[in-house]
């Protein structure tokens, strides 16, 4: 099946309309008709050759809602007409440790939903900037939220379980004072998810004209991390750090405001590294520095389940395929609150 798509063919070269193939729908498959995609930071480091290991042609975009069109002979668990979503993982061995535990993305042998290896033609996954997508049920998520949120469910898909996960992971809950390092598309989920699971949140940004913004999504405190009074009224205060940054920066500063026993858990993922903390900074009130990658498909499920719940979805802005360029320049400067949403039937325009 031929689909209409928006990708690169290049690192220097600009998104751009493309035709691709999507294969048939086998016994276990289920085929979706892509109603959004989410936009992520990922998009422009992969398509871009940021990150190592960019196949040609790449065609982002892993935070995918849609409506199932199809499913193959042996599908139990979706049927046509249900509204679904896709997120990072694609494929896994389905054998090892970490599969039967339901934490695919941390397989050996992940697939992600664009760059990963895969028999169908190009050799490599394609992604959710296109009409349609062809997906293993294990891979497929049900979306119980009002189908006029949908296309604010989207960035859930990687952005919403990207921040759940270590959340979840590291028991967040009420009587823990929980920071949030960064208000862009993950840290405006993670205000929004810690504050839903009970916990105080205290919301840091560099930016003063954010301190507003961080309340409404439902920060308790908000901490302009330039301000050095701001930081020090924290220290040794917080139980918990989810850093979204996906920049290099100091992290010696946020160690500081860990209590004795205290994590701060890595979910940017910058291009180029952090300069390494000072040891003394961990070793001297048990402080651990720990990492955490979007979540297994169990977990992805249980956190769209919990923001149906709870009402909560992303601040989006919709956009049109053929302002995908503009869109990331855009998300480079910072410039959108919080994630980017393409409006897939503009691809048929």
Same mark, same amino acid.
């Given at each position: ?192 998810? !810690?504050? &839903?699971? #009970? /916990? *105080?949140? +205290?919301?840091?940004?560099?930016? @003063?004209?954010?301190?507003? =913004? !961080?309340? &409404?999504? #439902? /920060? *308790?405190? +908000?901490?302009?991390?330039?301000? @050095?009074?701001?930081?020090? =009224? ?18 010696? =500063? ?96």
């Amino acid at each position: 099946m031929t689909v209409k798509a928006f990708g690169a063919y290049a690192g220097d070269k600009p998104l751009e309309p493309m035709d691709i193939s999507r294969r048939s729908v086998g016994p276990h498959d289920v085929g979706i008709e892509i109603a959004f995609c989410g936009v992520c930071h990922s998009d422009i480091h992969q398509v871009r050759a940021e990150w190592a290991g960019t196949l040609y042609p790449c065609v982002p975009g892993h935070e995918i809602v849609g409506r199932v069109s199809a499913v193959g002979a042996h599908v139990t668990s979706h049927k046509v007409g249900d509204l679904v979503g896709v997120g990072c993982i694609v494929d896994s061995c389905k054998r090892c440790d970490d599969c039967s535990d339901g934490l695919e993305n941390y397989c050996d042998h992940m697939v992600g939903t664009y760059n990963g290896p895969t028999p169908d033609a190009p050799g490599h996954t394609l992604g959710g900037y296109s009409q349609r997508i062809v997906v293993h049920e294990r891979y497929v998520l049900r979306v119980s939220h009002p189908e006029e949120q949908l296309a604010a469910v989207a960035p859930l898909l990687c952005a919403g379980i990207t921040t759940y996960s270590p959340l979840r992971h590291w028991n967040v809950g009420p009587g823990h004072k929980v920071g949030v390092v960064g208000i862009g598309g993950l840290g405006h989920m993670g205000i929004k998810l !810690a504050n &839903a699971m #009970g /916990a *105080h949140v +205290v919301a840091f940004t560099t930016s @003063e004209s954010k301190r507003q =913004a !961080a309340k &409404a999504l #439902g /920060a *308790h405190d +908000v901490v302009v991390s330039r301000n @050095e009074d701001e930081m020090a =009224a924290h220290t040794k205060s917080l139980d918990f750090i989810l850093n979204t940054v996906a920049a290099p920066h100091d992290l010696d =500063a946020l160690f500081a405001l860990l209590k004795r026993d205290g994590t701060m858990t890595l979910v940017g993922a910058p291009a180029t590294p952090h300069p390494s903390p000072e040891v003394f900074s961990l070793i001297m009130k048990r402080r651990s520095l720990a990492g955490s990658m979007i979540g297994g498909i169990p977990e992805t499920q249980e956190m769209l389940d919990f923001c149906a719940e709870h009402g909560i979805v992303a601040d989006i802005e919709m956009i049109r395929a053929d302002g995908i360029n503009e869109a990331y320049e855009r998300m480079l400067k910072g410039d959108v609150k919080y994630r980017f949403v393409i409006d897939t039937a503009s691809l048929a325009a």
